[in-house]
C-alpha cells in the first residue's frame, strides 16, 4: 500500500491517494503504470507526482503502442540514487526500456523524443542501457538547471521535496502535504538560518543546492515523516 500526493495543475490543489502495488497510479489510464512501476525500488509507502506527467505517460505510452518497461521513477531524495536536483525525487521521471535490446530502445528513445510530451529525453551518450524522460515544470532557480524557485503559497511535488528535505533534516514543517503554508516558511528560515544563508524563506537556487546536498542519498531519520 502506498499513499500517492498528486499536483493537480489543473485545480492548482494536491490530492491524496490510497493504492496498493499493482492498482493503477492515479490518472493513468489502461492499467499501463502501476504503483509498483512508478515506485521501482524506492521503500516508501508516501509517493508524490503530478497530473501532467501522469497525462504524459498515457500518451507516450499510447504512441509507442505497447508495453514499457519501468525500471526506476519515483525515489525520496534520502533515497538517493539520482542526480542532486533529478526530477526523479519530483516523481516526474522515468527510466524505462532496461528490458530491450539496444535498438529496441532506440524506437523508444525516438517515440519519446518525438512526442513532445517531455522536457527532458537524455541522450544514449549517457544512459546507454535505459531510456530517462521526464517532465520538468518553471523555470529552473538556479543557471544550471534543477528545480523551480518556491516560496510561500506554492503549492506542487516540488514543495514535497522541500518538507522532505527540512522534516529529515529536523527543521520539522507540520505535516508533508506539498503546500508552502507557514509552518513550511518558517522551517525554511530556521535551516537558512542555521546554515549561514540568507534569510528569506524563499527557496531559490542556493537554498535548493544546500538542502539536496544535505539530504541526497544520506537515509530516512527520526524527524522524516511518511
Ligand atoms: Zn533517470
Avoid at 512526442?115 to 541522450?123: D, F, Q, T
Avoid at 503546500?179 to 549561514?196: C, I, L
Avoid at 537554498?207 to 527520526?222: K, M, P
Amino acid at each position: 500500500m502506498a499513499r500517492i500526493l498528486v499536483y493537480n495543475q489543473d485545480t492548482n490543489r494536491m490530492e491524496s491517494f490510497i493504492r496498493s502495488e499493482s492498482d493503477a497510479m492515479p490518472y493513468n489510464t489502461n492499467r499501463t503504470l502501476r504503483v509498483r512501476e512508478f515506485r521501482g525500488s524506492s521503500k516508501s509507502n508516501l509517493l508524490w507526482t503530478d497530473k501532467r506527467t501522469m497525462q504524459a505517460w498515457n500518451s507516450q505510452r499510447y504512441i509507442y503502442g505497447a508495453p514499457i518497461y519501468v525500471g526506476f521513477a519515483f525515489k525520496r531524495p534520502y533515497e538517493g540514487g539520482h542526480g542532486n536536483q533529478s526530477q526523479h525525487y519530483a516523481g516526474t521521471a522515468f527510466d524505462v526500456g532496461q528490458n530491450l535490446t539496444n535498438a529496441q530502445r532506440a524506437v523508444l528513445r525516438n517515440s519519446a523524443s518525438r512526442s513532445g510530451l517531455w522536457g527532458y529525453v537524455e541522450p544514449v551518450t549517457l544512459s546507454p542501457t535505459w531510456v530517462h524522460f521526464d517532465r520538468r515544470f518553471g523555470t529552473p532557480a538556479c543557471s544550471s538547471g534543477g528545480y523551480p524557485i518556491i516560496r510561500r503559497g506554492s503549492r506542487g511535488n516540488y514543495v514535497c521535496i522541500a518538507q522532505d528535505d527540512l522534516n529529515t533534516l529536523g527543521f520539522r514543517t507540520g505535516g508533508l502535504d506539498g503546500v508552502f503554508g507557514e509552518q513550511t516558511y518558517n522551517a525554511v528560515r530556521r535551516y537558512q538560518a542555521s546554515r549561514g544563508l540568507a534569510v528569506d524563506g524563499i527557496i531559490g537556487c542556493n537554498t535548493w543546492r544546500s538542502l539536496q546536498e544535505n539530504v541526497v542519498g544520506t537515509g530516512r531519520t527520526s524527524t522524516t515523516i511518511d
